[in-house]
């Protein structure tokens, strides 16, 4: 038990220890996420507006990038973010975001109740956390109508081969025994860029999430083919827990009880 919770604590305080550093630059040194990120966002504002949600929850906000486009975008929407670095969160302050706004948190334990949020998403966040299966299920708990993930899929990133082979490790089960063996026992990999992540994929949650929703859909924000797992290095994700039919039923009786 010691032996794994060691590295995961040692991960935490270098992920610290790397925002606090890159904080003042953190937007320029991410810059090159911002197209994958940038679409994804405008996909999620468009089926916000589509299906009349009323409060949003970013978890892992970073300098609340997200935020800043959804306040814009959606001026009538609750909104808040989750970020536990101070240092990232000053810089959120500075781009006008309040402190209401933009809040410490930990995504492996909200502080919010069940269905505090119409919407919960997540902009390149799961990445960063060693257990996202339970940031997901800290997400989906939280989220009343849906839930929203912006984020890699390793088993999509390389050249064809590199692909196949991740693929058929991964259909082997024997992914998390090379990851270990490559990362040298830590589980994660560090580079100026991109500071501590864990070896990620969408549908490495795929199952959790449809577990809880009516209906998952998925896109590629990045050029890909028709299959994304086997081709999509970058995938987004919207869970619904209700019918789309229900759900526009529901934001246009919101609507009509309000006008």
């Known amino acids: 038990m010691t032996t794994v919770a060691a590295p ?17 630059h953190y937007d320029e040194s991410h810059g090159d996420e911002n197209v994958e990120h940038n679409l994804a966002l405008q996909v999620m504002i468009s089926a916000a507006k589509y299906l009349g949600l009323r409060s949003i929850l970013d978890i892992g906000s970073g300098t609340g990038r997200a935020l800043v486009g959804i306040k814009h975008a959606l001026a009538n929407v609750t909104l808040v973010g989750v970020e536990p670095s101070p240092e990232l969160r000053k810089v959120g302050y500075a781009k006008g975001l309040s402190e209401g706004e933009l809040v410490d948190g930990d995504a492996l334990q909200l502080p919010f109740g069940d269905g505090a949020f119409d919407l919960v998403c997540e902009f390149g966040a799961l990445h960063h956390i060693p257990v996202p299966s339970q940031a997901v299920a800290e997400m989906l708990r939280v989220s009343r109508k849906a839930i929203f993930i912006s984020d890699s899929n390793n088993f999509g990133r390389g050249s064809g081969p590199v692909r196949f082979v991740k693929q058929l490790l991964n259909a082997a089960g024997l992914w998390p025994l090379f990851d270990k063996i490559k990362t040298k026992g830590k589980g994660y990999t560090i580079s100026k860029g991109d500071g501590l992540a864990y070896s990620y994929s969408v549908f490495n949650n795929y199952k959790q999430i449809k577990a809880a929703c009516s209906s998952v859909h998925l896109f590629n924000a990045l050029p890909a083919g028709p299959d994304l797992y086997r081709t999509a290095s970058h995938v987004a994700l919207l869970g619904l827990k209700q019918p789309v039919k229900t759900l526009i039923a529901m934001a246009d009786s919101s609507r009509n009880s309000s006008s």
């Open 8 to 24: 995961v604590k040692n991960g935490i305080e270098i992920q610290r220890r790397y925002y606090a550093e890159i904080a003042d």
